[in-house]
């Protein structure tokens, strides 16, 4: 029993790392969420459905994509035309004052003079288009944004596996438990049954008061024993809401039968490595693709730039603010049109250094690649031994509690025929009891190395 807590709680930790970085993004309003208690009862796949539906991890995931996607139109744009309107209404309080050398070519006093050329009002309105021709840069950026949003969707599957671990291992433990609990029930009728029978045989003078006493010792130890077991099978249903992102204050009832589970626990033992069924190297491919494209980005900036625009318009000038609203011949229509080039020639060297930067980037992913490689082989080739070697536990546990079964039947019958006392009935109910525990520390063993080597294979 302590070695099923301790795996339980093992299981527990090693997902909450996941879910309280969850927990940090939930906002506020999700306390004044609807506090309704729910019922429900589940099967694995229906479990698996609503994680999906519900993990906090796969909406950000989501959301991400979307933020994805609108990078791409926010690249799109730049090659968009852009139109914009601009107007002004300037009062010149203090006209500046232009000097000029000799007043008489004006009919003004000899000697230098400050005149204006400035009305005191002026306005003007604008219409101005600008449109990129080339810029080789800008195809790159689109294509790194789209890139980018593929990205996000394979690290959206990751996610999914690692929720597909999680609420499998969970719902494994329900089942376990259960199980458990049904056999521990049938263990504590045995046993009140026995103490029914010695209680009896005490009153007729048949057996001494010790062994009333030993088999009620017994009985208490096995209804302490179904206590435990209940807080255990409560601890793993808490487990499995929080692997589904499930509120703990909903009732959940897990269907389904390790009779369903336990046939094919070797179905996956000779199966090959697909690369394509992990992630990961996808996510290797990607980014190694996005460096690529860097590259070109880089390199893209070697080439010049092109750009058109065209602009219309009108302004004005008078002395008096009322005259500056009369839209009449006052005001005078401009309108023009041209090209902008722009080529950075040198920009010392920078370029190139950057260059070298993203090809040794691409250096240590190709590393990178090659070790995760060696690290799936080896957790395959972990999974798959372990997988091996609890089987055969497995099997010689079944059988010691099969023996175990039978030499509780045995001693009934003898305790019957009054060849035996009960102390030999409650200490093959004990051995029985431990043999029970360690089948089932098995099969829950023998269930988790089944999951890893699925999530190995890429097939959670």
Known sequence: MKKVIAQLFAVFLLSTSSMLAQNDSTSFAGSLTD???????YNLQECLRYALENSETLKKAQYQERIAQAEIGERLAVGLPKVSIEANAVDNLRIPRVFLPDGTLFGLPPGPVAVTFQTKYSGSANLQVNQLVFDFSYFVGVKAARTFLELTKKQGELSKQSIAEGVTKAYYAVLINQERMQLVQ???????SILKDTKTLNANGLVEKI????????VNNMRTEVKKMEQMQELTLQ???FQMGMPVRDLLTVVGSLREVTPNLLEDINTPL?????VEFALGQMNITMQELNARY???LYYPRLYAFGSVGANTGQNNFGDLWRFNDRWFRNASVGLSFQWNIFDGFRRRHSLEKVRLEILKIKEDEKSLQKSIDFEIEKAKTMLKSNMEDLEIQ?????LAMDVVALAQVKYKNGTSTNLEIINAQAAYKEAENNYYNALYNTLLNKVELQKALGKL
Do not use: Y
């Open 35 to 41: 506090d309704t208690r729910a019922v429900a009862s």
């Open 186 to 192: 049938l263990n504590v009728m045995r046993l009140d």
């Open 211 to 218: 062994d009333v006493m030993r088999a009620e010792v017994a």
């Open 239 to 241: 487990l499995l809401k």
């Open 274 to 278: 697909e690369k394509s069924k992990r």
């Open 298 to 300: 880089i390199k893209s």
């Open 398 to 402: 079944k059988r010691n509690m099969q």
